[in-house]
């Protein structure tokens, strides 16, 4: 399976608004439709990754949009905007992004993006 396929049917098939998985350098590897995510913005991120007083300040800056960061580990970071959010989830070689809004909750797209990231991990990414 390509990582288009992924993204179409792991994250966007599964009610998710956008979704992506890049590299942990930032390259983005495969994007949904329209989410005009870019490889700086995802350095950003992964740079920032285990620093929650820069994300809080910042917030998690994806495709132009602002998500005011609500929580993180090593291993997930979550925002909100509005009625929806985004959830991400690092792995051993990659990022996956899933942005969510209604009717899909929270835990929903927690779900969603973890179950793929658990996956990957499982095969070595």
Request: glycine residues 12%.
């Amino acid at each position: 399976m390509s990582w288009q396929s992924y993204v179409e049917t792991q994250l966007i098939e599964k009610k998710l608004t956008q979704g992506a998985i890049a590299g942990l350098d930032g390259n983005i590897w495969a994007k949904s439709t329209d989410f005009n995510i870019t490889p700086a913005e995802m350095k950003t991120i992964l740079d920032n990754y285990e620093n929650s007083g820069t994300l809080a300040t910042s917030g998690i800056n994806l495709a132009g949009t602002k998500f005011l960061y609500i929580s993180g580990n090593e291993e997930v970071l979550r925002g909100k905007k509005g009625k929806g959010g985004v959830h991400i989830m690092k792995t051993n070689q990659a990022v996956v992004v899933g942005v969510y809004d209604e009717p899909l909750s929270a835990p929903e797209a927690a779900t969603v993006t973890e179950t793929l990231g658990s996956y990957l991990k499982t095969c070595g990414y």
